[in-house]
């Protein structure tokens, strides 16, 4: 220690190399090239109270905040790296993707939060599979994978106002006749609720994921992040953990990050849209048992879920009691 401190004095970047040396030299895999490579993922769904729960992770629980790109393609923040989902960055490897992060150590713990991670394939450039390839069979042991899950059809709405202008909800699912597979934009809006798709080929490419209802995070955000940070530590148990901060800091109630004034949803559907509606819903949230799955976990009703071989389908859908 005394070593360090001296050298803390004379030479700052020589401490940090150290740092980063010794912090290698334990096993942390996620050490990557003086990076610390996130070992949480929170992959969506879109709309689903993904920012706030990213933004009380960095203000109230010790998470450290990533490092926007600026080379000039698409979007990226602290929050959504937009690495795997980007034909101009996924390409350049993972050491391109560890720069947006910050420098490895003991509580330097970093998350990836971009939602398009959990879009349909044709629509992120195989996000999934590119992070399965690059991460590896070591580094998926250690990782978490997150989704908060929403109702489809209130996700659908709000993301209907949040990225278009000019046009009620009613009015465009009004003038769908019923085809809910439209155009584009539409065709996306829709297809992000359907689960089921997702969970399954997140499931293909990870084993395991952590299945959180939006609801039961919005009712008690303190006890759903507790539980999220303590899977994170047993996946990776001797990895990072988050700087320490005290318990009086963790709101009960999340933050209103990213969101937009809208109707609510019985005001804005007619009742013969609303049958139409239901029959979405439906198809949206159950899990199809072409990848079975078994519980592992329901803790607070935060589901563990891996797919497994062969077993029985003993999960079959989001609502949850």
Same mark, same amino acid.
């Given at each position: 220690d005394g070593i360090q401190y001296m050298q803390v004095m004379c030479c700052p970047l020589r401490v940090l190399t150290l740092a980063w040396l010794?912090?290698?030299?334990?096993?942390? *895999?996620?050490?990557?090239?003086?990076?610390?490579? @996130?070992s949480l993922f929170l992959l969506g769904a879109?709309?689903?109270?993904?920012?706030?729960?990213?933004?009380?992770?960095?203000?109230?629980?010790?998470?450290?905040?990533? *490092?926007?790109?600026?080379?000039?393609?698409s979007f990226s923040d602290s929050k959504e790296h937009h690495f795997f989902d980007q034909r101009q960055r996924a390409p350049k490897g993972l050491g391109y993707y560890a720069q947006s992060f910050p420098p490895c150590g003991k509580n330097v713990f970093t998350i990836d939060?971009?939602?398009?991670?959990?879009? @349909?394939?044709?629509?992120?450039? &195989?996000?999934?599979?590119? *992070?399965?390839?690059?991460?590896?069979?070591?580094?998926?042991?250690?990782?978490?994978?997150?989704?908060?899950?929403?109702? @489809?059809v209130q996700r659908a709405q709000s993301a209907w106002y949040h990225f278009h202008s000019g046009q009620s909800f009613r009015s465009m699912v009004a003038g769908m006749h019923g085809n809910f597979d439209h155009g584009s934009s539409k065709d996306l809006t829709w297809k992000i609720g359907r689960y089921n798709n997702l969970v399954e080929e997140s499931l293909r490419r990870f084993g395991n994921i952590v299945i959180i209802p939006s609801l039961l995070y919005l009712q008690d955000a303190r006890a759903t992040i507790s539980k999220v940070l303590e899977y994170a530590k047993h996946r990776n148990p001797g990895g990072t953990t988050p700087r320490a901060t005290s318990a009086s800091s963790h709101s009960?109630?999340?933050? &209103?990050?990213?969101?937009?004034? &809208?109707?609510?949803?019985?005001?804005? *559907?007619s009742s013969d849209d609303s049958l139409k509606l239901a029959c979405v819903s439906v198809k949206c949230t159950l899990l199809k048992p072409s990848v079975w799955v078994t519980l592992l976990e329901a803790s607070r009703h935060i589901i563990i879920a891996k797919a497994y071989a062969a077993s029985m389908a003993l999960f079959t859908g989001m609502t949850l009691a």
């Open positions: 010794t912090h290698a030299a334990r096993g942390d *895999i996620f050490c990557y090239q003086g990076r610390q490579l @996130p879109q709309k689903c109270a993904t920012s706030s729960f990213a933004e009380q992770l960095f203000t109230e629980w010790g998470v450290t905040r990533g *490092i926007a790109y600026r080379d000039g393609h939060a971009t939602p398009n991670y959990f879009f @349909p394939s044709a629509f992120n450039n &195989h996000a999934l599979e590119r *992070i399965a390839s690059m991460y590896g069979k070591e580094r998926l042991k250690r990782t978490t994978f997150a989704v908060l899950l929403c109702d @489809p009960p109630r999340p933050p &209103h990050e990213n969101s937009h004034k &809208h109707p609510q949803l019985k005001d804005d *559907i």
